[in-house]
């Protein structure tokens, strides 16, 4: 039987070649994290709804920053099985406990993809004979961790759902394959 990870990995075309440039990238992505993560938060910071939400709290931000450093470096894990799938799903659901709402998470990813795999890619592989495909690699590991992080969303969205109401899982599979 093939796994959820397996089968978004095979949906989303992310080849042994891919893990395999991914690998090869971690010291550039450890090069470059820092630089990303500055811009990428000066960009949320300027969006009111999200800058509350990242002070919420004293030192937020700094924490958030390193979260966000070790995802990037982590992209170039190579391996993408269940571990990878649980760090990414909590990951999801933290972002459920705090109230993020997926366009959210979704702007952020995009976000990812358009910047920080521009800036690896450029930086460290400027002339490198691979460097769309490093790109496409990137890009595509990205799309896996989306993925998996609205799979949690949903998840645990339901979960909310079910608990408020009292509904049973089955029928609210029952309610939802009948509004189709």
Known sequence: MTTFIDEIKQLGELTEEDR???AEMRSAIEEQAPEIVERFYAHLQTFPHLDAI???EP???ERLKGHLK???ITLADGTYGDAYYERRYRIGKRHVEVGLEPRYVMGAMAYCRAHAAQMIVETAYADDAQKAQRAQALNRVMDLDLNIMLQSYDDHRIAQFLEVTGFSRELFDNLM????
């Not at 394959?177 to 189709?180: E, I, M, N, Q, S």
């Open 70 to 72: 070790n995802w990037l």
């Open 20 to 22: 395999a440039l991914l």
């Open 59 to 61: 030192g937020r931000v």
């Open 54 to 56: 990242l002070n919420a």
């Open 177 to 180: 394959a009948g509004l189709g």
